[in-house]
């Protein structure tokens, strides 16, 4: 699918974090913000503010009381988040709850833990195991419903499951590339349903019968760990060096580095869901 190609090509550009030969952790706390980098960077505790975790498995746990940065290869957020979730990754699991957004793109995005906001996902596959206060907005190969989403819910691309818990209070939107979709009346009346053949993606019907989407998905995996222990030993160079005495107050490279990708990643994901 289109995205699929599009978080490749720009993760493969801009992620920059963190995958030393080392697990030697960099962390520079400023204005209640962690800002962390390291192959295995592990956040925990009562963070006053926001997040910025980097590395090949960061992992977020404890509260925090702003929102939740992080990148990497894969991708744990087991935190109480009082604000929002951005995560990407190849593997994205969000455990904790989050009290008002969560964007995330993966080739594997799991959203376990409740979400006071809505939801933009994409990915090969999207799974969404807890209620969603808000709406819903997914762009993947496959996405399996198995929670209340209490606005709407709009899905565009291949395969879409419900699971016995799926419920859609709002109006549910499929643009698929699928003849037989089905929404059971459990999930939503069929006044509130609309499904639309999901042209755009036709080629996708193609690939599939010459048996290519696990290729596909496989050469996204690959790609993206290879961005990342690439870029990694970058940024981790750049965290090493020391900060010249005539700039006791500049931020380290890699750490800008680090907020530059997340800024950009935001940015990516909400212009390829909405475009």
Not at 65 to 91: L, Q, S
Request: hydrophobic share 40%; with cysteine.
């Amino acid at each position: 699918m289109r995205f699929i190609s599009l978080v490749l090509a720009i993760l493969a550009f801009l992620v920059a974090p963190l995958t030393a030969q080392e697990n030697k952790e960099e962390r520079f706390d400023y204005g209640g913000d962690v800002y962390v980098g390291a192959e295995r960077p592990e956040v925990s505790g009562n963070i006053a503010n926001d997040v910025f975790a980097t590395g090949y498995k960061p992992i977020t746990s404890g509260t925090v009381n702003g929102d939740v940065h992080t990148a990497g290869f894969e991708v744990i957020v087991d935190a109480t988040v009082a604000g929002n979730t951005y995560a990407f990754g190849n593997m994205v699991r969000i455990n904790g709850v989050t009290g008002k957004d969560v964007t995330s793109s993966g080739s594997s995005v799991r959203i376990d833990g409740e979400v006071g906001g809505n939801v933009r996902a994409a990915g090969a596959d999207v799974t969404i195991n807890a209620p969603v206060l808000g709406s819903v907005l997914i762009g993947a190969a496959s996405f399996d419903l198995n929670a209340n989403v209490q606005g709407d819910v709009n899905f565009s691309g291949d395969a879409i499951n419900f699971g016995e818990g799926a419920k859609v209070d709002g109006k549910l939107i499929i643009r698929s590339t699928r003849d037989n979709i089905e929404v059971p009346t459990s999930v939503a009346s069929a006044d509130r349903v609309t499904i639309e053949k999901n042209l755009t993606t036709r080629h996708g019907d193609e690939r599939r019968r010459r048996g290519e989407t696990n290729h596909a998905r496989a050469r996204y995996c690959v790609g993206f760990r290879h961005a990342i222990a690439v870029d990694f030993a970058d940024c981790r160079h750049n965290l090493a060096s020391p900060v010249p005495q005539t700039q006791p107050n500049r931020l380290r490279s890699g750490y800008l580095q680090t907020l530059q990708v997340f800024v950009f990643l935001a940015c990516w994901a909400s212009q390829c869901l909405l475009g």
